[in-house]
């Protein structure tokens, strides 16, 4: 069975969603835009400086970037549960603060051992920060709207590599600028004291629900009301267990989170070493480039991922959400990847780079709305995390194994065809669950939204 578009909202349905969007997804952005800029500015310290001052190898690099992703994924699950507990407000603002006090810590690291301790305890800081805000979203709006919120909240990714390499060029520049700190260290203090201020601000600004909302209407905030506590009850009378066990037994939430491995380990390989191919480039074109020219290079692929992904997902949200929006760009992002070292020049590099990041892009905010179409409560909670917990496994493989096939080989041919190996699981994984879907005699694929 196909789902078609949803028929047209009412007024009070368009001006709450429309208010929703303007008031809480920019802000919950922002707070991605900080959180993915700070977890991933070793990339752009590592080529600058970094490596150098602190003498590490490609995997004590790829280790050291990786080893963020254990204590993320220990505390995950319990962090979400404890934002389902206590409030999504709340614990955002303190997940926040914890990982902007983290952050700032490495201006001053000195060694391999101290900066391998630092990222793994900036990933226990910041632990269920990603999956507490799909589920923060996902609990403002109906599942038939979820799909745009979740793209103009997913925008903030790419936009971090597209405003945030050339602002972290920019911080590097400023080489002993600040009581003569090196401008890899002065650029680790440049974005982790936004998140710390930011973090203050969300305590404040943020609210758990439509009727805590005072710039909602009585009208709209009875609608929003209404049609989440009716969404919720319809989910939790077709699926017997709305339960923590629940989705931890959940074949479809493995599923999921198979998937999701795969995309996310062409995220991390893309975001962790394209600064380093990049500089690469300067042998094959007989160049140098200052460390801002480097932002703006590596910001390239990540604009039209953005305007891809924006198109993408709006395609999505028109037709019903379709196996193809997920499964074509992870077949894409496959055939892609490998390509990217095989090219002859610095131009086709960055072109098949492109390719790759708008596939991963345009996949991620439509492979969102699936979980919270089955899943309510706590199983939600536990469920969107124990996703993206597997998901971000990769986080951790990702760069280790980049950097440890590149020091075997002496390049990145044979890593990134290990990436594109990944993501070709997704794709396949993608297209199973959607005829388990067809087959099953309850249609699980089709109630998790995706045909």
């Known amino acids: 069975m196909n789902r078609s578009a949803a028929p047209e909202a009412p007024p009070v349905a368009r001006s709450a969603i429309r208010k929703v969007s303007i008031r809480l997804v920019p802000f919950v952005a922002l707070m991605f835009f900080i959180n993915y800029l700070d977890r991933t500015a070793i990339g752009f310290a590592a080529p600058n400086g970094m490596n150098g001052d602190l003498a590490l190898s490609a995997a004590q690099f790829g280790f050291a970037s990786g080893v963020f992703f254990i204590g993320y994924i220990i505390l995950e699950v319990p962090s979400n549960l404890a934002l389902h507990k206590f409030g999504a407000r709340r614990w955002l603002a303190r997940i926040m603060i914890s990982w902007g006090v983290v952050a700032l810590l490495f201006t001053w690291v000195q060694n391999f051992e101290q900066l391998v301790a630092l990222r793994f305890l900036l990933g226990v800081a910041e632990a269920g ?115 923590v066990r629940h989705a931890f037994k959940s074949g479809r939430v493995w599923t999921l989170s198979f998937i999701y491995f795969g995309f996310i380990y062409g995220l991390y390989a893309l975001a962790f070493f394209l600064p380093t191919i990049i500089d690469g480039f300067q042998a094959a074109a007989g160049t140098e480039f200052d460390v801002f020219e480097k932002g703006l290079i590596t910001a390239i692929p990540y604009l039209p991922a953005a305007v891809v992904m924006y198109f993408w997902s709006k395609d999505a949200s028109k037709r019903g959400l379709k196996t193809w929006h997920i499964a074509v760009p992870a077949m894409l992002g496959a055939a892609s990847i490998p390509l990217a070292l095989l090219v002859d020049s610095p131009a086709a590099t960055i072109a098949v780079i492109t390719v790759t990041a708008c596939a991963i892009f345009a996949a991620l905010p439509n492979f969102w709305t699936l979980p919270t179409r089955f899943l309510t409560g706590a199983a939600a909670a536990a469920g969107v995390a124990l996703i993206n917990t597997v998901g971000n496994l990769a986080g951790f493989s990702a760069p280790y194994v980049t950097g440890a096939i590149h020091d075997w080989t002496g390049g990145y041919e044979t890593a990134m065809a290990v990436v594109g190996g990944f993501m070709l699981l997704s794709a396949v994984l993608m297209v199973a669950l959607a005829r388990r879907g067809k087959s099953a005699t309850a249609p699980d694929l089709e109630e998790a939204g995706a045909r």
């Open 129 to 243: 920060f990603f999956p507490g805000a799909i589920l923060f979203l996902s609990l403002w709006v109906p599942s038939q709207y979820r799909g745009r919120i979740l793209m103009l909240f997913y925008l903030a990714q790419p936009l971090t590599t597209v405003i945030g390499a050339p602002l972290a060029g920019a911080l590097i520049q400023q080489h002993g600028v600040f009581f003569g700190l090196e401008g890899w260290r002065f650029m680790f203090m440049g974005v982790a004291i936004p998140a710390i201020v930011v973090g203050i601000i969300a305590w404040f600004y943020l609210k758990d629900k439509p009727a805590d909302a005072k710039w909602l209407t009585p009208e709209e905030q009875t609608w929003l009301t209404g049609a989440l506590e009716a969404e919720r009850e319809t989910t939790e009378a077709s699926e017997k267990h709305p339960s």
